[in-house]
């Protein structure tokens, strides 16, 4: 029989680290969450996001220690106040520039720090740090133990469940494993693995296979950890199946490409009536944080840009894409580009969810 080290309990088989579980709220603040997206999810989307989820937790882009330490902080991590619960998911390896960074965010209002152990890009391996990290989980443990120590909010990890095309349960169980040992408690598990040789990052969001039993098995070995589920949810009956086991989910593509999709789960996993209904009561709130972004500084088209697919699988939604993403008009209507586009939008019933999906995103 394989002895099992004392450091390491979660590795006897059966075990189960924390036995006894502390009463918890009836959600978890990680109920619901936005994934962050290079390139997306930048303060805008995440404004246009707070619009159509009151409640949907938000995540910045990843920023790199070296960027946040040595470029401009403020371009990294201002925010509007609207976005709050926020977190900012750093990028790095080094946990004293993590502990720096972690200190500047929260000292910037953010409510979580984030670890990115799942980006598969080849330009976040070559600075060592990303899926690469679910190699070196005692060196992950060392950044969160360092970050926890800077901060006093809570410090999370986002990971894949494996790295190229190994299905050993064993590495994401010790990587998630020490890190728990080192004071995380919520985990941001993508349900895929990190073929980091032979595939693009495009390519590893889509084309490693989803096992989402993996996230269920850690739940099961980590009762006390908060596991939110990443990766293939585009229906709502696939989240609410997942809330039955998990302690949230996060969505990515899906929440940029069709927004309003945020809406309807509000609705369907936090409850109560909604004070708007159809994307075309966003049209004005929308135009309203527009008019303050300009207002900032923000060009039109920095904002506008995340609206596109508002009304997705709705009549009308064709032309209010190809309107607002035409320079032309956007520079001829200015801040009220949203409320002219919509007037090409013929009010009606929601579509059936299976046609407003058929595109399968995630």
Same mark, same amino acid.
């Given at each position: 029989?394989?002895?099992?080290?004392?450091?390491?309990?979660?590795?006897?088989?059966?075990?189960?680290? $924390? #036995?006894?579980? @502390?009463?918890?709220?009836?959600?978890?603040?990680?109920?619901? /969450?936005?994934?962050?997206?290079?390139?997306?999810?930048?303060?805008?989307?995440?404004?246009?996001?707070?619009?159509?989820?009151?409640?949907?937790?938000?995540?910045?882009?990843?920023?790199?220690?070296?960027?946040?330490?040595?470029?401009?902080?403020?371009?990294?991590?201002?925010?509007?106040?609207?976005?709050?619960?926020?977190?900012?998911?750093?990028? !790095?390896?080094?946990?004293?520039?993590?502990?720096?960074?972690?200190?500047?965010?929260?000292?910037?209002?953010?409510?979580? =720090?984030?670890? $990115?152990? !799942?980006?598969?890009?080849?330009?976040?391996?070559?600075?060592?740090?990303?899926? /690469?990290?679910?190699?070196?989980?005692?060196?992950?443990?060392? /950044?969160?133990?360092? =970050?926890?120590?800077?901060?006093? =909010?809570?410090?999370?990890? #986002?990971?894949?469940?494996?790295?190229?095309?190994?299905?050993?349960?064993?590495?994401?169980?010790?990587?998630?494993?020490?890190?728990?040992?080192?004071?995380?408690?919520?985990?941001?598990?993508?349900?895929? $693995?990190?073929?980091?040789?032979?595939?693009?990052?495009?390519?590893?969001?889509?084309?490693?296979?989803?096992?989402?039993?993996?996230?269920?098995?850690?739940?099961?070995?980590?009762?006390?950890?908060?596991?939110?589920? $990443?990766?293939?949810?585009?229906?709502?009956?696939?989240?609410?199946?997942?809330?039955?086991?998990?302690?949230?989910?996060?969505?990515?593509?899906?929440?940029?490409?069709?927004?309003?999709?945020?809406?309807?789960?509000? #609705?369907?996993?936090?409850?109560?009536?909604?004070?708007?209904?159809?994307?075309?009561?966003?049209?004005?709130?929308?135009?309203?944080?527009?008019?303050?972004?300009?207002?900032?500084? @923000?060009?039109?088209?920095?904002?506008?840009?995340?609206?596109?697919?508002?009304?997705?699988?709705?009549?009308?939604?064709?032309?209010?894409?190809?309107?607002?993403?035409?320079?032309?008009?956007?520079?001829?209507?200015?801040?009220?580009?949203?409320?002219?586009?919509?007037?090409?939008?013929?009010?009606?019933?929601?579509?059936?969810?299976? @046609?407003?999906?058929?595109? !399968?995103?995630?």
């Amino acid at each position: 029989m394989v002895s099992v080290a004392v450091d390491e309990p979660w590795r006897e088989e059966g075990n189960r680290v $924390n #036995k006894t579980v @502390a009463s918890r709220p009836p959600h978890s603040p990680w109920r619901l /969450c936005v994934a962050p997206m290079l390139d997306w999810t930048d303060r805008h989307c995440r404004s246009f996001h707070r619009l159509l989820s009151p409640h949907a937790r938000l995540y910045s882009e990843m920023v790199s220690a070296g960027a946040l330490l040595h470029g401009d902080r403020a371009r990294h991590l201002d925010f509007d106040v609207v976005e709050h619960p926020l977190a900012l998911q750093l990028g !790095g390896s080094d946990p004293a520039e993590l502990a720096q960074c972690a200190q500047l965010g929260q000292a910037w209002g953010y409510d979580e =720090i984030n670890l $990115n152990c !799942g980006c598969p890009s080849p330009r976040v391996q070559r600075g060592s740090f990303g899926a /690469c990290l679910m190699t070196e989980p005692r060196l992950v443990a060392d /950044c969160v133990r360092a =970050i926890r120590e800077a901060v006093s =909010i809570p410090v999370t990890l #986002k990971h894949r469940i494996g790295i190229e095309r190994s299905e050993d349960y064993a590495l994401v169980r010790d990587f998630v494993g020490h890190t728990f040992d080192a004071g995380c408690r919520v985990f941001l598990v993508h349900a895929r $693995n990190a073929w980091l040789s032979a595939l693009s990052p495009k390519e590893n969001r889509e084309v490693p296979p989803l096992r989402y039993e993996v996230a269920r098995q850690l739940k099961r070995d980590f009762p006390d950890a908060t596991v939110v589920l $990443n990766g293939g949810l585009t229906e709502a009956v696939q989240i609410t199946d997942a809330l039955t086991q998990l302690d949230g989910v996060m969505l990515g593509r899906i929440a940029y490409q069709q927004p309003y999709f945020l809406a309807e789960l509000e #609705k369907e996993l936090f409850g109560g009536a909604p004070t708007l209904v159809g994307p075309m009561a966003w049209v004005e709130p929308a135009s309203r944080y527009l008019e303050r972004a300009v207002a900032r500084g @923000a060009t039109p088209w920095s904002v506008i840009r995340h609206t596109l697919g508002l009304f997705h699988g709705w009549s009308g939604a064709r032309a209010w894409r190809r309107n607002l993403s035409d320079p032309r008009f956007v520079a001829e209507h200015g801040t009220d580009a949203l409320r002219i586009a919509a007037a090409n939008i013929r009010p009606r019933t929601a579509p059936a969810p299976e @046609a407003m999906r058929a595109e !399968g995103v995630a």
